[in-house]
C-alpha cells in the first residue's frame, strides 16, 4: 500500500475500514474537554467493551437469586465457566481446547510451568531468557533457580543484541542453542518483547528446541490477541499470557495457560489443587489426586466468574472479528505509523521496533528526555513511557482508527 501524509488519506481509509464499527463497541476515555483521547496504550490496558457490563450483570443477577445454585442452575453455569471460553482462546493461540485454560494471573502460571517444565540435572541446567525480558519474568526465573540451589549468575543466559543493534537475531538464538543445548534445560522467551516490539520466530525457536531436547515456552502477554500464533502444530511446550491488554478483560483479570497434548498424559511435576482434579469425582472429595487430562489439570482452584464474565465479553467480539482480519488491519495500520514517523524530520527520537512484530511501536527518544512523553500526553495522547528511553504506541485495529495514527503523528510532529 502506498501512503501519504495528507488527513484526507486518514480519512478515507477510516471510510473503507471495514472494521471501523467496532471503535464503537468500546468505551474510548475522554479529555476534561470532552474530546476522545488518543489511546495507543492497549499493550498495557485494552479499553473496556460495551457489552463487558451485561456480561457481569448477568452473573451478579445470578448470583443474587440463585447463591450457590449458580454453579449448577445460573444462565451460565459456573462450574464449568471456564471451559465457555476455551474454544475462542484455542483460536486466538493456535491450539486444541484440551490444550488451553483460563486461570490465575500470568506470574502464577509461569510459576506453575516451572514446576512442570524446568527440571535441571547434572547435564541440563540452564535457561536462556532474552536480556530485557519483562522484570516479572526474570524475577520468575532468578527465584526457580534459586529454589534448585542454582546460582542464576552461573546458569541463567540472558541473551542480548549485537553491539548497536536493538533486537536478537534469530541466527543468534540458533548459535546459542546449537553450542551450549546439551546443558540447556529450558528456553523462555517473551513472544513479544515488551520493550522493543520485537517478535519471536517461534517456529524456529521450537524447532530447534524440539531436535535438542530442550523444553520450550512463551509469554504471550504482548502476543495473544496481537500476532498470528500456531502454538500446537509448532510444538510449543508450553505458554501463558494475560488478558487485560490486547484481549481487553479488565486490570489485573485473570490470564491463561498452554500446555501441548504431549505433556497431558506424562508425569510431569505439578502443584496439584482440586480444580484439576478428574471432574466425575472431584466432588467425592478423593484422598489422592487424579489430574484431568487435558491443560485443565493444572487446575488449581475454581476460577472467578466475575473476570471470566469479562474476558467472555471481549472474546464475543475476537469471535465476530476473526483474528485474520485483525491482524490485516492491524499491519496496514501499524506500517502507516511507521511511514508518518519515518517522515518527521528530527533527530531525536528512531523507532527501534523491528519488521517483524505486531502493533506495538517502540520510538526511542535521544538522552532519554521524558519531557516529549510529557508533552504528548498534555495534547490527549494516552501513550506509556518505558525506562530508560522509550515511548510504546500501539494502534489496536479493533478500536483504533487511521485518524488517530494520523493526529497522533501531528502532535508528535508539532512537539518535535
Not at 493456535?94 to 490465575?104: D, L, Q, R
Not at 471432574?279 to 467425592?284: A, C, D, G, L, Y
Not at 519488521?355 to 512523553?373: D, H, Y
Request: glycine share 6%; hydrophobic share 40%.
Amino acid at each position: 500500500m502506498i501512503f501519504n501524509t495528507s488527513k484526507k488519506f486518514a480519512e478515507e481509509m477510516d471510510v473503507k475500514d471495514p472494521l471501523r464499527s467496532y471503535q464503537d463497541s468500546f468505551y474510548i476515555p475522554t479529555q476534561t474537554s470532552g474530546e476522545r483521547h488518543i489511546y495507543l496504550c492497549g499493550n498495557s490496558l485494552g479499553l473496556q467493551p460495551k457489552n463487558t457490563r451485561a456480561f457481569i450483570d448477568q452473573e451478579l443477577k445470578d448470583w443474587q437469586n440463585l447463591g450457590v445454585e449458580g454453579h449448577f442452575h445460573a444462565k451460565n453455569p459456573w462450574l464449568p465457566y471456564h471451559e465457555f471460553l476455551s474454544e475462542s482462546y484455542s483460536r486466538i493461540i493456535g491450539a486444541k481446547t484440551s490444550e488451553v485454560v483460563a486461570m490465575n494471573t500470568l506470574s502464577v502460571n509461569l510459576h506453575l510451568m516451572f514446576v512442570s517444565f524446568y527440571q535441571p540435572n547434572k547435564e541440563r541446567f540452564k535457561i536462556v531468557i532474552e536480556n530485557d525480558a519483562f522484570p516479572s519474568d526474570i524475577y520468575a526465573v532468578e527465584s526457580h533457580l534459586k529454589h534448585h540451589n542454582l546460582d542464576p549468575k552461573d546458569v541463567l543466559i540472558k541473551m542480548k543484541p549485537r553491539v548497536g543493534e536493538d533486537v536478537l537475531r534469530t541466527e543468534d538464538i540458533l548459535e546459542l542453542l546449537s553450542n551450549e543445548g546439551d546443558s540447556i534445560a529450558l528456553v523462555m522467551f517473551g513472544g513479544v518483547n515488551y520493550y522493543t516490539g520485537q517478535v519471536f520466530d517461534f517456529a524456529e525457536i521450537t524447532k530447534s528446541c524440539n531436535e535438542r531436547g530442550i523444553k520450550v515456552g512463551f509469554d504471550l502477554a504482548h502476543a495473544a490477541g496481537n500476532i498470528s500464533l500456531s502454538l500446537h502444530d509448532w510444538g510449543v511446550d508450553f505458554a501463558v499470557w494475560c488478558s487485560y491488554k490486547y484481549l481487553n478483560s479488565g486490570p489485573g483479570s485473570i490470564g491463561g495457560a498452554f500446555i501441548h497434548e504431549k505433556h497431558h498424559r506424562s508425569n510431569l511435576n505439578r502443584f496439584a489443587g482440586w480444580w484439576g482434579h478428574n471432574k466425575e469425582t472431584r466432588f467425592k472429595m478423593p484422598e489422592k489426586f487424579d489430574p484431568i487430562q487435558s491443560a485443565e489439570g493444572w487446575q488449581l482452584s475454581n476460577p472467578p466468574i466475575l473476570s471470566l464474565a469479562a474476558i467472555r465479553a471481549s472474546l464475543s467480539i475476537f469471535d465476530k472479528v476473526g483474528m485474520k482480519s485483525l491482524l490485516k488491519k492491524s499491519q496496514q495500520l501499524t506500517s502507516y505509523l511507521v511511514f508518518l514517523i519515518d517522515n518527521i524530520s528530527s533527530d531525536r527520537i528512531s523507532i527501534i521496533t523491528p519488521n517483524k512484530r505486531g502493533c506495538q511501536i517502540s520510538i526511542r527518544v535521544r538522552n532519554a528526555n521524558k519531557n516529549l512523553f510529557k508533552q504528548i500526553t498534555d495534547k490527549g495522547v494516552v501513550a506509556d513511557w518505558r525506562e530508560p528511553d522509550v515511548i510504546r504506541v500501539a494502534p489496536v485495529p479493533l478500536y483504533n482508527s487511521y485518524m488517530d495514527v494520523y493526529n497522533f503523528y501531528k502532535i508528535l510532529e508539532e512537539e518535535l
